[in-house]
């Protein structure tokens, strides 16, 4: 079982393409194949995408602009409890998401 990290999820959601969506199981899957393993936690995946997406919004909140900031809104669901839990709630996920169609 893959334990991952913040930099790795990090790395993982910067990856993914504008207006593509990847919901969480499906990055779970991709990180354990990527480090040869069978499955990848679902616990620590959360907890660290909630870490990223965080960061991303403190740097949003700082003025950062959105095409240099980790683009969690491409992997956490506004309808999620992972969303509910943020600190914009779901209604930033979905506003971001909008302006890319998603």
């Keep these: 079982m893959l334990i991952a990290s913040p930099k790795v999820i ?7 393409p504008e207006g593509t969506v990847v919901n969480p199981p499906v990055l779970r899957r991709d990180l354990a194949h990527a480090h040869d393993a069978d499955v990848t936690c679902p616990v620590t995946t959360g907890i660290f995408l909630r870490v990223v997406a965080e960061a991303a919004l ?7 602009s959105e095409d240099e900031v980790t683009p969690f809104w ?6 999620s409890p992972l969303a509910k839990k943020l600190s914009c709630g779901p209604e930033l996920i979905e506003e971001l998401r909008a302006r890319e169609s998603l």
């Design 74 to 79: 491409r992997v956490v669901e506004p309808k």
């Design 10 to 16: 990090d790395e993982y959601v910067r990856g993914v």
């Design 58 to 64: 403190e740097q949003l909140a700082t003025g950062v």
